[in-house]
């Protein structure tokens, strides 16, 4: 069974920064993806970032810039450095791992940018 657990998550004011982590467990296979999606309060989730196996990122035109998605194979770790946060980032921040055709979700972690 494979989870996901994402951390890193809080409170900031605009302009600052916070870095995500989202560990992950399980049955893991090669050539698959991993995305960070969010979704703030009465919208739709959406993906900011999706990272494949080999590394290269795609990022959504919002946080292009000032986000950064990195992944540790060996740690089964990915992570999201996010820089000159806004208010409008504020969200509830998911990670995600598609592989075998399934995706597996983590439960979220908040991040609140106070303006």
């Known amino acids: 069974q494979v989870q996901l657990v994402e951390s890193g998550g809080g409170l900031v004011q605009a302009g600052g920064s916070l870095r995500l982590s989202c560990l992950v467990s399980?049955?893991?296979?090669?050539?698959?993806?991993m995305a960070w999606y969010r979704q703030a309060p009465g919208k739709e989730r959406e993906p900011v970032v999706v990272?494949?196996?080999?590394?290269?990122?795609n990022y959504a035109d919002s946080v292009k810039g000032r986000f950064t998605i990195s992944r540790d194979n060996a740690k089964n770790t990915v992570y999201l450095q996010m820089n000159s946060l806004k208010p409008e980032d504020t969200a509830i921040y998911y990670c995600?791992?598609?592989?075998?055709?399934?995706?597996?979700w983590g439960q979220g972690t908040q991040v609140t940018v106070s303006s």
């Open positions: 995600t791992l598609i592989q075998g055709g399934q995706s597996y």
């Open positions: 399980g049955r893991i296979v090669s050539g698959n993806v």
């Open positions: 990272i494949n196996s080999a590394g290269r990122p």
